[in-house]
C-alpha cells in the first residue's frame, strides 16, 4: 500500500466535513483485496483529549488497514450521553439521513427492546453519499427510537435512549 496515497486521504478527510471514509480496492500491487477505512471522530470525543489519541494504522485482516483520527474534542457532541433518567441518550456526530437497516428489505439493526453489545451498529448515517455505522458504545436494551427512517437528522440530535446494564 502506498503510504503517500494514504497520508493524502487522511490530510483530505482531515480538511474537510466529511466524518468518515471507506475504500475498498481490489487488485493492489500485491494482488490482495485492500480496505481503507478513515474516520475523524471517536465515538466519544468529550472523554478523550485529541492530544491523547493519536492517527494509527493498525492491521485488520490480510490485506487491510483501518486508519482511525482524532479531532479535537470541541469538533463533534459526545456519541452517548446520560442523562438524569439513567438513561444513555445516542445523539448524531453529523448531519445526515438516518437508516434503520443496512437496506430496505432488510431488518432494522435494532428495535425498541433488543438488547446491544457495545461495539453493536444501531443505524447508518448517510452524509454526502458516504454511508457511516454508528456504534453504541455501552452494553444495555434499546428503550426509544427517536427518528423514524430515512428522516434527515442534524449535528446533535437525539437518536436512540439505551438502558445500560
Keep these: 500500500m502506498d503510504l503517500d496515497w494514504l497520508k493524502g486521504l487522511i490530510e483530505l478527510v482531515e480538511d474537510s466535513g466529511v466524518d468518515g471514509l471507506d475504500i475498498e480496492l481490489v487488485g493492489s500491487d500485491t494482488g490482495d483485496p485492500t480496505r481503507v477505512r478513515i474516520r475523524k471522530s471517536p465515538r466519544l470525543a468529550a472523554a478523550v483529549p485529541a492530544a491523547a489519541v493519536p492517527a494509527a494504522a493498525v492491521p485488520a485482516a490480510a490485506g487491510s488497514v483501518e486508519v482511525a483520527q482524532a479531532p479535537a474534542a470541541a469538533a463533534s457532541p459526545p456519541a452517548e450521553t446520560a442523562p438524569a433518567s439513567g ?12 437508516y ?16 446491544v453489545e457495545a461495539g453493536q ?11 457511516n ?29 439505551i438502558e445500560p446494564d
Design 87 to 98: 438513561l444513555f441518550e445516542v445523539l448524531s456526530p453529523m448531519v445526515g439521513t438516518f
Design 100 to 115: 434503520r437497516a443496512p437496506a430496505t428489505d432488510a431488518d432494522p439493526f435494532v428495535s425498541v427492546g433488543d438488547r
Design 121 to 131: 451498529t444501531l443505524c447508518i448515517l448517510e452524509a454526502m453519499k458516504l454511508m
Design 133 to 161: 455505522e454508528l456504534q453504541s458504545d455501552v452494553a444495555g436494551v434499546v428503550r426509544e427510537i427517536a427518528v423514524d427512517n430515512a428522516e434527515p437528522v442534524e449535528y446533535g440530535a437525539l437518536l436512540f435512549r
